[in-house]
Nanobody, 121 residues
Framework: QVQLVESGGGLVQAGGSLRLSCAAS?????KGWFRQVPGKEREFVAA????????YYADSVKGRFTISRDNAKNTVYLQMNSLKPEDTAVYYC?????????????????WGQGTQVTVSS
C-alpha cells in the first residue's frame, strides 16, 4: 500500500509555468501523471520508471513538460512550461510497483487525490 499526495496546482496565465509534486509514503514505484477534465476520460501525460532512467511523454506535452523524481524524498515532479488553456484539468499522480514505464491508467494500482490546474487565456 502506498499513499500519494499531489501539490502545486493553481491558476496561471497562458505561457506561464507550474511545478506539480507527488509525495509518496513508500519508495520503489514507477510513477505517472494523468489529467482529466469533466466529461472526458483520464488522459496520460507523462511517466517515469522506478530508477528514473526511462521516461515517456504524451505528444501533447512533449517539449513543454518535464517529469523527474527525487528518490531520496520519495517525490516525483512535473514541471509544466508554456502552459496552454487546453492544459486545464485535474492532474493525478499514480504509482505502480514495476520496473518499467507505465502509460496505461488501468495498470496503475495507486492514485492521489488530484490537484487542479487552470490556465487562463
Amino acid at each position: 500500500q502506498v499513499q500519494l499526495v499531489e501539490s502545486g496546482g493553481g491558476l496561471v496565465q497562458a505561457g506561464g509555468s507550474l511545478r506539480l509534486s507527488c509525495a509518496a509514503s513508500r519508495r520503489g514505484y514507477a510513477k505517472g501523471w494523468f489529467r482529466q477534465v469533466p466529461g472526458k476520460e483520464r488522459e496520460f501525460v507523462a511517466a517515469i520508471s522506478r530508477s528514473g532512467g526511462s521516461i515517456y511523454y504524451a505528444d501533447s506535452v512533449k517539449g513543454r513538460f518535464t517529469i523527474s523524481r527525487d528518490n531520496a524524498k520519495n517525490t516525483v515532479y512535473l514541471q509544466m512550461n508554456s502552459l496552454k488553456p487546453e492544459d486545464t484539468a485535474v492532474y493525478y499522480c499514480a504509482a505502480d510497483f514495476t520496473d518499467g514505464v507505465v502509460v496505461l491508467s488501468r495498470e496503475y494500482d495507486y492514485w492521489g487525490q488530484g490537484t487542479q490546474v487552470t490556465v487562463s487565456s
